[in-house]
């Protein structure tokens, strides 16, 4: 069985600054995809930034970029330079082989000006 | 294509009727999943098809729940004597598996309210 936890159910992070949402996982699989998905309020799911277990470097796109950490199941997505539109649900996800996605339980992220 | 779609946005229903969701994913997409999502929570997987056939269905899925995918193209998801438990939004997503394309596209749900 695949879990995802999420740890922090809020967050707040002012206009233009730096905010970090923890992520940690388990599986068996030896071969899995991370993804961090924003979900804005009555909007659909869209993919931020996914990360591939074999690979070492860090994934990064534009402002989002995580840190993987492979041994300790550890996969954490930084904003940089936060702006008003990145308020939204944040979900930390895995996948498999079947491709079937495990989401953890959100963290809400909330960006003061 | 603009993305994946779902009809209706919402549903509310008499508990004990019968609702039916439809969703047309990106056309390309050979794989098709259903997701549960209630307040508060991240989505949970109810069932997946490759092309026209159903690989798995989750523990979630009882016997009420049916779906699927005719001729590989768009998905229906079936709700029989609904339940106020039944409540929640329905996702559908839909990915080009083969390509280690597994980047699943969301629609934007069906919400379904059971009074």
């Known amino acids: 069985a695949q879990t995802v936890t999420q740890s922090q159910p809020e967050m707040s992070v002012q206009e233009a600054e730096t905010v970090t949402l923890s992520c940690t996982y388990d599986?068996?699989?030896?071969?899995?995809?991370l993804f961090w998905y924003k979900q804005p309020p009555s909007r659909q799911m869209i993919l931020v930034i996914r990360?591939?277990?074999?690979?070492?470097q860090n994934a990064t796109e534009n402002r989002f970029s995580v840190n993987f950490q492979k041994a300790a199941k550890s996969f954490s997505l930084k904003i940089s330079d936060s702006q008003l539109g990145d308020a939204a649900m944040y979900f930390c996800a895995l996948t498999g082989t079947a491709s079937k996605l495990t989401f953890g339980t959100g963290t809400r992220l909330q960006v003061t000006l | 294509d603009t993305g994946v779609s779902q009809d209706p946005r919402h549903k509310i229903t008499k508990r004990g009727q019968n609702v039916t969701f439809r969703c047309d994913p990106i056309s390309e997409h050979n794989r098709l999943y259903w997701y549960r999502q209630t307040l508060g929570q991240g989505p949970e997987f109810l069932t997946y098809f490759q092309n026209e056939a159903q690989l798995e269905k989750s523990r979630l899925l009882s016997d009420r729940f049916s779906a699927e995918r005719p001729k590989g193209s768009f998905s229906t998801l079936e709700i029989q004597r609904t339940e106020q438990g039944d409540s929640a939004m329905y996702l559908c997503a839909s990915s080009l598996v083969g390509l280690g394309g597994t980047e699943a596209f969301f629609g934007q749900g069906t919400r379904l309210t059971v009074v």
């Open positions: 990360q591939e277990a074999y690979k070492q």
């Open positions: 599986t068996s699989e030896s071969d899995y995809y």
